[in-house]
C-alpha cells in the first residue's frame, strides 16, 4: 500500500489541509512500485524534502499499459459514447473547480511559483481546459464523401488506443490538463508521466479523476525518471501514441525511441527563443509591460518566453530605461507571500544552469534558487544567452534599425515556437507577424493563450500542436470505410 501526504497551510494567501496519497496510479489504485524505490520531491523555497513518492521502473510502465489496453477494450475506447466522455469530462472540470485552491496551493509548494499565479493562472485554465475538450467529446465526426450513387463513403476518427503521455515542470497541472483533454475526449486510455520534480499535483488529480467516475484504467499516473520511466513509456510496444512537452534535446530521444520501437504516432512541444519586435511607433509604456510579462513571467520558465527583446533604436534608450525599472521593482520572495512576483526556480539544477548563462554572458562581453531578473545589453547574434534557451528570467536587449534586418535576426534560431510585435501601424504588424517563422505571433501582447487557440512550434521547436480542435487531431486515427450499394464483378 502506497504512503499518504499530508500538509497543513497557514500562509497569509492560503490556509487549509491537503492529504492524499503518494504512490503510482495504475488501474484504479494507487500501488507501490516494483521495485519499492522512491524520489525525493524537494521544496524550492527552502530545499527541504517535501515528500517522497513512489517510483514508477519498467515494469511499472508496463502494468500501467496493460491496465489502460483493458480499459480501452471494455469500458472506454470504442464503448464509451461521446456523451458519457463529456458528462465526465465535464463533471471532472467542476471537481476542479471545488479543489482549485487546494490544486493551487499543491502547485505553488512544489513548483515555487507564487500562490496567486498558481490560482488565476495555472488552475483557472486548467479548468478551462478541461471543460473545452468537455465540450468536444460528442463532437468526434468524420464526413461522408461522394463518390457515385452505388457506392457509400464515409470517414471515422476513431481513438488511437494507449497514450503515453509526458509533461515538464514548469506547468505542472496546466499541461496535464493540456494533454488529457484531447485524449480523453477522443476515446484513448493514458498512461501519464510528470516530471520528477514537481509530480504532485498530477498525483493528487488522480483521486479527482476517480470521483468524477472515469473507469478504472482510463487514466494511469506514474511517477518516474526520464531515462527509465519515460524511455520505458516511449519506446513501449502497445503505446500508439507519445506526446511529450519539454526540452528539443529530449523530444529528440523520444523520437528516435518512438522510431525504433512501433513507429508510434508522436507529438513534441519542445523548447522555444522567442523574439519579441519593438517598433518605435509602439505604444512604449504598454510594450515595456507586455515585454517584461513575456520574459519574466513564470521566473522566465516558460518555453513561449520572449527572452530576445529587439527594440527600434529611435525608442532604444528610452524602452531600456523603462525595462529595467521594471525589473528591478519585480519582487521576488516566497510564494506564499503577500505581494510576491516571482518565486524561486524550480530546482538547484535549474538554477545552476540559469547562472551558468548569466556568467557566459558576462564573460561574452555582455553587460548587465532565487534569481533576480536579469537584462543584458550590448549582445552579438553568436553569443550563447542569444541562441539558446535559459528558460529562466534572462533578457537580451537588442537595437534595430531596419524591419527586413530584425525580420531576418528574429528568423536566426533553430526554433520557432512565438514571437511578438509590437507597434500601431497595423500593416507593419501584420506583415511582420508573417515573416515570422513562429507558431504563434502576438500582435502588442505576450504570452496570451486560450484552450480554443492551438498552441505549437515550426522548426525545432516541436511537431502538431496543443489545445483548440487541432490537438483532436492527434489522438485519432482516419478510417475511411467503402459500402457498395450495386457495383457489380
Excluded at 484531447?182 to 498530477?202: Q, R, Y
Excluded at 511578438?420 to 501601424?425: A, E, L, M, N, R
Aim: hydrophobic content about 40%.
Amino acid at each position: 500500500m502506497s504512503s499518504t501526504f499530508t500538509k497543513v497551510f497557514d500562509t497569509p494567501v492560503f490556509k487549509g489541509k491537503i492529504s492524499f496519497p503518494t504512490g503510482l496510479y495504475i488501474g484504479g489504485e494507487f500501488v507501490k512500485g516494483e521495485k519499492g524505490t522512491t524520489i525525493d520531491v524537494i521544496n524550492p523555497t527552502n530545499g527541504e524534502l517535501i515528500t517522497k513518492v513512489d517510483e514508477a521502473l519498467d515494469a511499472d510502465i508496463d502494468k500501467a499499459v496493460k491496465a489502460a489496453q483493458k480499459a480501452f477494450d471494455t469500458t472506454w475506447g470504442l464503448n464509451a459514447s461521446g456523451a458519457q466522455r463529456a458528462a465526465l469530462l465535464n463533471k471532472l472540470g467542476l471537481l476542479m473547480d471545488k479543489y482549485h485552491d487546494e490544486l493551487a496551493a499543491i502547485e505553488a509548494l512544489d513548483n515555487g511559483k507564487t500562490f496567486g499565479w498558481a490560482k488565476g493562472t495555472d488552475t483557472a485554465f486548467a479548468i478551462q481546459t478541461i471543460k473545452y475538450y468537455a465540450g468536444w467529446a460528442d463532437k468526434i465526426s468524420g464526413q461522408v464523401i461522394e463518390t457515385d450513387e452505388n457506392k457509400l463513403c464515409y470517414t471515422r476518427h476513431e481513438p488511437m488506443g494507449v497514450v503515453g503521455q509526458i509533461v515538464p515542470w514548469n506547468f505542472p497541472l496546466l499541461l496535464l490538463s493540456w494533454k488529457i483533454g484531447p485524449a480523453l475526449a477522443t476515446g484513448n486510455c493514458i498512461v501519464l508521466k510528470p516530471s520528477e520534480f514537481t509530480p504532485l499535483t498530477a498525483i493528487r488529480m488522480c483521486s479527482i479523476i476517480e470521483e468524477a467516475g472515469f473507469p478504472k484504467g482510463v487514466v494511469n499516473i506514474v511517477t518516474g525518471y526520464g531515462p527509465t520511466a519515460g524511455a520505458a513509456l516511449s519506446s513501449h510496444m502497445n503505446v500508439e501514441k507519445i506526446a511529450f512537452t519539454g526540452s528539443t534535446l529530449v523530444g529528440r530521444k523520444v523520437m528516435e525511441a518512438a522510431s525504433k520501437s512501433n513507429l508510434k504516432a508522436v507529438t513534441l512541444e519542445l523548447g522555444g527563443k522567442s523574439p519579441s519586435i519593438i517598433y518605435d511607433d509602439c505604444d512604449l509604456e504598454q510594450a515595456v509591460n507586455w515585454a517584461s510579462h513575456g520574459i519574466f513571467w513564470n521566473h522566465g520558465q516558460a518555453c513561449c518566453a520572449g527572452s530576445r527583446i529587439f527594440v527600434q533604436a529611435g525608442i532604444y534608450d528610452e524602452f531600456l530605461a523603462r525595462f529595467v525599472a521594471r525589473a528591478k521593482n519585480i519582487k521576488v520572495g516566497d510564494p506564499f507571500a503577500e505581494d510576491i512576483d516571482q518565486g524561486p526556480q524550480v530546482s538547484q539544477q535549474q538554477y545552476d544552469r540559469i547562472m551558468s548563462y548569466i556568467a557566459s554572458g558576462k564573460e561574452q562581453g555582455a553587460t548587465g534558487y532565487f534569481i533576480q531578473p536579469t537584462v543584458f545589453t550590448g549582445t552579438t547574434p553568436d553569443m550563447k544567452i542569444v541562441q539558446e534557451e535559459i528558460f529562466g528570467p534572462v533578457g537580451v536587449v537588442i537595437k534595430f534599425t531596419d524591419q527586413d534586418d530584425v525580420i531576418k535576426q528574429a528568423n536566426d534560431t533553430i526554433y520557432g515556437l512565438a514571437s511578438s510585435v509590437f507597434t500601431q501601424d497595423i500593416n507593419r504588424a501584420l506583415e511582420t507577424a508573417h515573416k515570422l517563422k513562429a507558431g504563434t505571433a502576438w500582435i502588442n501582447c505576450h504570452n496570451q493563450l486560450h484552450a480554443n487557440v492551438p498552441f505549437g512550434g515550426f522548426k525545432q521547436s516541436g511537431i502538431g500542436r496543443e489545445l483548440g480542435e487541432y490537438a483532436l487531431h492527434n489522438y485519432t486515427n482516419t478510417k475511411a470505410v467503402h459500402v457498395n450499394l450495386g457495383h457489380k464483378m
